[in-house]
């Protein structure tokens, strides 16, 4: 029953957030990096993950019997990780930018509209090559998929709000990644290729539930672990995007997406631990 869920979770994650970013790209909406949708999006996804970090994984993780500064120090390692993770994609990428400007290709008008893109996208999830994207984005999928099953394996409302909250963030990178790949092939191969990458999240739900039943004692380590992620990925990827200069109107409307993505996240938990407890 777990296990099917997690699959069932990952795949409606992984691919459903694709088809909703291809959704908002048909409809004009990510096309503007100060667009109140994409904002409105970027606001509930930042709520969601922070909600989802504090107000569930992390709860659950010290409901255990581990040590308090034991799994303190788990997030702090998870947060420098995924810092360090980040430094290495960019490396990566930026050795990549250096080899086009010497090796001039097609793929110039791609980079081009890349940098017009930037400031409202994730900036190292734009690439030259399409397959190097799609490989770094399964290699992330894979990831999701092991953090939702970690949240899974606790409960199963516990993994539903992962993976809704893991929806939300992989949106917004998923609108990215298309922008990209439409300038080479065409716009449904686009979504298909990264549908595919996509569904990788639900190989790593499968990795991540038997990692996690055959591990069980180390499963706060595993919530912690998640939360660190979530974290990492509102206050150094999504917020600094929403920090700009706006007007009154605009800056409410932010922040009451931010309240949104929070209270949501609470209420259901609320229900989650009302119908646990039961």
Same mark, same amino acid.
Do not use: E, M, T, V
């Given at each position: 029953m777990t296990l099917a869920a997690i699959i069932l979770a990952t795949l409606a994650s992984g691919i459903g957030s694709v088809w909703v970013a291809n959704f908002l790209l048909q409809a004009g909406l990510g096309k503007s990096s100060r667009s109140g949708a994409q904002q409105g999006l970027l606001s509930l996804a930042a709520g969601a993950l922070l909600a989802t970090a504090f107000m569930h994984l992390l709860p659950e993780a010290f409901n255990s019997e581990a040590s308090a500064h034991d799994l303190f120090m788990t997030l702090l390692i998870g947060v420098v990780f995924f810092f360090l993770l980040t430094k290495a994609e960019l490396w990566h990428h930026g050795h990549e930018h250096a080899h086009a400007a010497h090796h001039p290709t097609s793929h110039? !008008? $791609?980079h081009a509209h890349d940098g017009h893109e930037h400031e409202g #996208? !994730? #900036? !190292? !999830? #734009?690439? &030259? &090559? &399409?397959?190097s994207l799609l490989t770094g984005d399964s290699v992330h999928c894979f990831g999701d998929g092991v953090l939702i099953a970690s949240a899974f394996v606790v409960d199963i409302r516990l993994g539903l709000i992962a993976a809704v909250s893991v929806l939300a963030h992989e949106v917004p990178h998923h609108i990215g990644d298309l922008v990209v790949l439409r300038q080479s092939t065409h716009r449904n191969l686009a979504v298909l290729k990264v549908s595919l990458a996509g569904a990788v999240t639900a190989l790593g739900g499968i990795a991540g539930y038997f990692l996690v039943g055959y591990f069980e004692e180390l499963q706060p380590y595993f919530l912690t672990i998640a939360s660190s992620s979530f974290v990492y990925v509102a206050l150094s990827d999504l917020i600094p995007q929403l920090q700009k200069r706006l007007s009154a109107k605009e800056t409410l409307v932010q922040v009451l997406w931010l309240i949104t993505g929070i209270v949501l996240v609470t209420v259901v938990? &609320?229900? $989650?631990h009302s119908g646990h407890a039961h």
């Open positions: 110039d !008008h $791609a #996208h !994730h #900036h !190292h !999830h #734009h690439r &030259g &090559g &399409g397959w938990s &609320g229900l $989650a």
